[in-house]
């Protein structure tokens, strides 16, 4: 069974659909981008999939045992967000709130977890300082390291790569294909980089008046994708 189905599922706010339509399924492994232009609704999936939206219509189902709760999440920042003034360990350990049920305090588990993603992103050495400190792609490492301590199976990444450098960036990418690839998380995420997105995901969401959702070759030779790459992908 795929780890996320979602069966003509309908997006929006305050009864307003944003997008409709929606068919698609993510199965354990994948690497799946969602792409389209900017308003069509991509931010609005990701909350519906978190349960922090409620879907207008349709269904979304989970299988092989994930739960809501258990899919890590990487937020796009704002700047607000960027001047956050928690220490780095703060905010990694933060990741293991869902793991812990009634309990107040983090226990020995989850401080073992929060260490060893952390040594996983390369962030030791950061653990003390406070988070605003930070540059930019080491921030994403810090949220990054979060997100990995409440999953072992799927990720949801929205920009993760918005606003860094080009070497930044890069790094960030092989940092999500290691995981995906090495490690067997799957991976779903929103991206403006429609040439990043052919090139690492294995399947392409588009979100657009005809909704596209297939492999990433059924992509590339679908009309709905020519008039986008030529563009870039959405506005940014």
């Known amino acids: 069974m795929a780890l996320l189905t979602c069966r003509d599922l309908s997006l929006g706010y305050d009864g307003h659909v944003v997008v409709g339509g929606l068919n698609f399924e993510v199965n354990a492994g994948d690497y799946l981008c969602v792409v389209g232009e900017n308003g069509s609704g991509k931010s609005t999936l990701m909350k519906t999939l978190l349960g922090l939206l409620s ?14 709760n258990e899919i890590g999440y990487l937020p796009q920042q704002t700047e ?22 009634l309990r107040p305090f983090y226990g020995k588990d989850e401080k073992k977890r929060a260490l ?29 390291a979060r997100a990995l301590c409440a999953t072992t199976k799927m990720l949801l990444l929205d920009e993760p790569v918005a606003g860094l ?18 490690d067997g998380i799957t991976v779903m995420m929103i991206s403006h980089d429609i040439s990043a997105a ?5 399947h392409i969401l588009h979100v657009a008046d005809h909704v596209f959702f ?9 009309d709905i994708s020519s008039g986008f790459l030529k563009k870039g992908g959405d506005e940014q």
């Open 55 to 68: 879907p207008l219509s349709g269904e979304i189902l989970t299988g092989d045992g994930l739960k809501r």
């Open 80 to 101: 607000v967000q960027k001047d956050f003034p928690a220490s780095v360990w703060e905010i990694v350990l933060s990741g293991c709130g869902n793991r812990m049920g």
């Open 116 to 144: 060893e993603n952390a040594e996983r992103m390369g962030i030791t050495p950061y653990l003390k300082r406070c988070y605003r400190e930070l540059s930019g792609g080491q921030q994403q490492r810090v949220l990054l």
């Open 165 to 182: 450098d080009p070497v930044v960036t890069a790094e960030m990418y092989d940092l999500i294909e290691e995981l995906n690839k090495k």
């Open 198 to 202: 052919v090139r690492y995901a294995d």
């Open 214 to 222: 297939g492999t990433t070759d059924e992509y590339l030779g679908n």
